[in-house]
């Protein structure tokens, strides 16, 4: 007998062969548009082909590169950034124009595409086809209202309710507390797309978030929420381990969409001391959704989280013990996590445009996150809360000579900031 993903692929791929149907993120039904994109003038040089149904970003080898191009008979509409956001042109089927975006003033800048008319987000499908994080699974919508919408994968049992509303509520607060939707454009309210798997551990799937600037997420912000390697976990108690699971995956997301889809600046060369950045917004956000019980069992189980110094004086640093909680109860709580958020995406570069600036390869689809130093670190976190913080920080972490030589550095730097 075949399988439920046996069978649609195979009616999708029956239909989409005689132009029927495409797959993509309208789900099964949309109607299918092509285009063939131009590196030069007149339809001439190097091409690419763009299938699409609604919203789609140009492929990253092609992106700002079009200078004409053939729609296929459709009318189109080009646009300036990902997404189908910023400025925008529609070009009916015989327009003089896609011969030449230069005298459109549209050349080079192309970054996304769609049909003609005003792009609205599509609703969710029913059925949706994981292709991103290594990811496979065909996903069966659950819930959906005004901001989220939910789908499990096989092995979550649909009795479980209570992530719907969480979920949800944990979003709006988000979006709300840390001005997202004019941060970081989510003008289009599209809702967030929050995934459940469990019984994974053998695939080694990882919880994870995904921005709409990532490639593989098709113009979606994405929670993706499995049970790691402890597949006893199903999802079936709201509180605890589980709970903590899904919530510290909204502060990734909150980081990721402040930085342009990139890693925070602290993350990996500071060993994971963003991961206690998380923290600190999870234990803000149950603070803030009214989940006492939670918030206090969230903050004993912080208390006692070390991780390995790097640059240090100290072989285990608990960083929300020493580092952040402090600052978060000393100098405005939810407001100075918001502002660290904005003053670095703000002056802390995401290119390396000089030499001794730190360049990690993240795990991000967006390229190489640079990395601050310690020195960078604290000088940064002093110029958030107009505080010299380097007593807190030898306290917390210990101090050395090349620790000393770097807030020096900052401070030259970044000389904005000011303390």
Known sequence: ??????????????????????????????????????????????????????????????????????????????????????????????????????????????????????????QPPSLLQENWLNHSELLDKVFSDDDVVVYYDNDVSRRIKWPHKYVGDAWRYVKKNYFLDQIAGLTRNEKLHVIFHTGKAYMHYNSSALTYFDVSSECRNIIDITSGDNDTIKWTENKGDPLDIISEQFGNMVIYLYRGGKDAPTFHYLNKGDEDFVKIITFDMYRGLNMSTEQERFFYKALTSKTAGTETERNYVNWFKDWYFPIYQKHGELGVLRKYLKLSAAYYPTVADTRHFNVTESESENGPTLQMNLGEFVHFWSGVTHTNLQKLAINAFGWTMLNEYQLIQAQKDFPKLSY
């Not at 975006?101 to 005003?118: H, T």
Request: charged content about 25%; glycine content about 8%; hydrophobic content about 35%.
């Open 1 to 122: 007998m075949k399988s439920r993903l046996e069978k649609f692929f195979i009616r999708t791929l029956a239909l989409a062969s005689v132009g029927v149907i495409a797959i993509g993120r309208n789900g099964v039904g949309a109607r299918s548009h092509v285009a063939v994109l131009y590196e030069d003038y007149h339809q001439r040089g190097s091409s690419k082909v763009v299938v699409f149904e609604g919203c789609q970003n140009i492929p990253s080898d092609f992106n700002d590169k079009a200078s004409s191009i053939d729609s296929r008979g459709d009318c189109i509409r080009l646009y300036e950034n990902r997404c189908c956001q910023g400025r925008s042109i529609e070009l009916p089927a015989k327009s003089p124009l896609i011969d030449d975006l230069y005298n459109a003033e549209f050349d080079d800048v192309v970054s996304s595409i769609s049909p003609c008319g005003s792009y609205s987000s599509p």
